[in-house]
């Protein structure tokens, strides 16, 4: 069984402040990983893909990937109220599909 | 350009009734996907279609649950005797896969189904 962790939250951070949010998958083949953003009665939409291990930097975001650790990261730098949703991990689980992690919950206060 | 489409938007039927939901993917997306989410859940993957090749139903929960893609394109999942537990939203994706790496899902809207 292919599993993809995430702390559910909410991880409750001031503006302007960074956010980090963490993912752990337990496939050590998986190649590719996706950070998606759902606000609340919405579906999830694309944040960050990475491939390669390292940091991949997009505006505020960065992603961050370790295949030796199993974990994958997302950075969220000046962080508005308008990021609070859910974010979902997700992990390609072969034969192309995605696992998904069950999301951590970002609060931004003001 | 358009993205994934569904509908309808919400679905709600009685227990023991069946439910088709619809699903039009991106213009020449290849893969779709089906999956389900129930309230304060993550996402629970159902079925993957891909080009001709035979459907993975790995995910379907119980054999009351059936999706068919016609043509290479839209695709319906249809939902027989519904449960309760069935009340979930339903969630389509759909994507290019190039050279057998997967590339990002973009979703649709959602179908909201209740079963009373």
């Known amino acids: 069984q292919k599993e993809v962790e995430q702390n559910s939250g909410p991880l409750s951070v001031p503006e302007g402040a960074i956010a980090s949010l963490n993912c752990t998958y337990s496939?050590?083949?998986?190649?590719?990983f996706f950070w998606y953003r759902q606000y609340s009665g919405k579906s999830p939409e694309l944040i960050m893909s990475?491939?390669?291990?390292g940091d991949k930097e997009d505006g505020r975001f960065t992603a961050q990937l370790n295949k030796a650790s199993q974990y994958v990261s997302l950075l969220i730098r000046d962080s508005q109220p308008s990021d609070s949703a859910t974010y979902l991990c997700?992990?390609?689980?072969?034969?192309?599909?995605?696992?998904f992690g069950k999301g951590t919950m970002l609060l931004v206060s003001p | 350009g358009a993205g994934v489409s569904q509908s309808p938007s919400n679905k709600v039927t009685e227990k023991g009734k069946d439910v088709e939901l619809r699903c039009d993917p991106i213009?020449?997306?290849?893969?779709l996907y089906w999956y389900r989410q129930s309230l304060g859940q993550g996402l629970e993957f159902l079925i993957y279609?891909?080009?001709?090749?035979?459907?993975?139903k790995s995910g379907l929960p119980s054999d009351r649950f059936s999706a068919e893609r016609t043509g290479g394109s839209v695709s319906t999942l249809t939902i027989q005797r519904t449960q309760q537990e069935d009340s979930a939203v339903y969630l389509c994706?759909?994507?290019?896969?190039?050279?057998?790496?997967?590339?990002?899902?973009?979703f649709g809207p959602g179908t909201r189904l209740l079963v009373l």
């Open positions: 994706a759909s994507s290019l896969i190039a050279g057998g790496v997967q590339e990002t899902q973009y």
């Open positions: 496939d050590r083949g998986s190649q590719s």
């Open positions: 990475i491939y390669s291990n």
């Open positions: 997700a992990v390609e689980s072969g034969y192309s599909t995605l696992t």
């Open positions: 213009s020449g997306h290849t893969a």
């Open positions: 279609f891909q080009g001709n090749s035979a459907p993975d």
